[in-house]
């Protein structure tokens, strides 16, 4: 069965600040890994997607890498800002494609 | 693209009586789409997957007979709580499965439903 697991479950920062956030998953049969952003009482808002051939995807400050042999995947922020408070997931798709499987989550406190 | 909507975003009700929740992709069809919920400061958690024209397959421990989802064309998903009670009180996020342009595939997700049940 697969498991993902986030770490930290917390953390905050100053502004500016670089920063990684980790993920990792008991299964290396995975279709694609996402990470999303979710603001307190709202939807999901897709980050960035790496598909399993791929090793990093970048968007912006952000980029995500992703090792699939090792069951690893981060999420680096550069120079962060306020508005990036937010809860992070990592979620993975598994290969047929009928199941995403989230983490708890990172929440993420970035003061200025 | 590739927007899903949800309605309605909140919804209070009385235990015992029953709240529809729709899903609904407003620029692609989607033969699948997925009910999640999440309950405060957790992740998300599958319930169901419903493929359009049949039956939903539910995760282990979901109550298939009190989390109704009707899966009735490739662009509506409906998830109907019956008879809900207090510990009901969640908040339900659908998505929307799609091979957007012969792509990779992705699940796209709506904004959620808060609901509550007092």
């Known amino acids: 069965k697969q498991e993902v697991t986030q770490i930290p479950a917390a953390l905050s920062v100053p502004e500016g600040e670089n920063l990684v956030l980790n993920c990792s998953f008991t299964?290396?049969?995975?279709?694609?890994l996402q990470w999303f952003r979710q603001d307190p009482g709202k939807g999901l808002t897709s980050l960035l997607l790496i598909q399993s051939s791929q090793r990093e995807q970048t968007s912006g400050r952000l980029n995500a890498s992703l090792d699939k042999s090792s069951g690893r995947s981060t999420l680096y922020i550069a120079a962060s800002q306020p508005g990036d408070s937010a809860t992070y997931l990592c979620a993975v798709l598994n290969q047929a494609g009928t199941a995403l499987i989230f983490g708890k989550g990172t929440t993420l406190s970035v003061s200025s | 693209g590739a927007v899903v909507s949800q309605h309605p975003s909140r919804v209070i009700c009385k235990s015992g009586t029953s709240v529809k929740i729709e899903c609904r992709s407003l620029d692609f069809q989607a033969t699948t789409m997925f009910w999640y919920r999440q309950f405060p400061k957790q992740s998300l958690m599958l319930m169901a997957t419903s493929n359009e024209g049949s039956k939903a397959t539910y995760e282990q421990g979901v109550e298939k007979d009190k989390f109704l989802i009707n899966h009735a064309s490739l662009t509506l998903s409906t998830l109907t709580v019956t008879s809900a009670h207090p510990e009901d009180s969640s908040f339900y996020i659908c998505?929307?499965?799609?091979?957007?342009?012969?792509?990779?595939?992705?699940?796209?997700f709506g904004p959620g439903t808060r609901l509550t049940v007092t």
């Open positions: 998505s929307a499965g799609s091979h957007r342009g012969g792509a990779s595939y992705e699940q796209y």
């Open positions: 299964d290396s049969a995975i279709y694609n």
